[in-house]
Nanobody, 122 residues
Framework: QLVESGGGLVQAGGSLTLSCAAS?????MGWFRQAPGKEHEFLAA????????SYANSVKGRFSISRDNAKNTLYLQMNSLKPEDTAEYYC????????????????????WGQGTEVTVSS
């Protein structure tokens, strides 16, 4: 089970940190988002050891993914937020795999959170 938190309303240029608490050990974890009328979009992913990360070009340099395996928690630090970042944000995880694997495709993830809404006002 994955539970996201940390979403909310923020002004453009502001920051938010999303959290995703997992009920057990996870391997590759990632963040995705979906805005109304738009496709599901990959944002960032991280390996179990945290040594490998991957970012979408749309968020590279603004968003940072990290994890705390002792707490089974994934984070997404979002800076310099833009109105176009407004969306429902989802975390995803796998409970098996390589400690070095980073999955960037939604079809590669087995478990999904319920989503947390982020709204960026202009």
């Amino acid at each position: 089970q994955l539970v996201e938190s940390g979403g909310g309303l923020v002004q453009a240029g502001g920051s938010l940190t999303l959290s995703c608490a997992a009920s057990g050990r996870t391997y590759s974890m990632g963040w995705f988002r979906q805005a109304p009328g738009k496709e599901h979009e990959f944002l960032a992913a991280i390996s179990y050891l945290g040594s490998s990360t991957s970012y979408a070009n749309s968020v590279k340099g603004r968003f940072s993914i990290s994890r705390d395996n002792a707490k089974n928690t994934l984070y997404l630090q979002m800076n310099s937020l833009k109105p176009e970042d407004t969306a429902e944000y989802y975390c995803a995880a796998n409970s098996a795999g390589s400690m070095f694997e980073v999955s960037i495709r939604s079809g590669e993830y087995r478990y999904w959170g319920q989503g947390t809404e982020v709204t960026v006002s202009s």
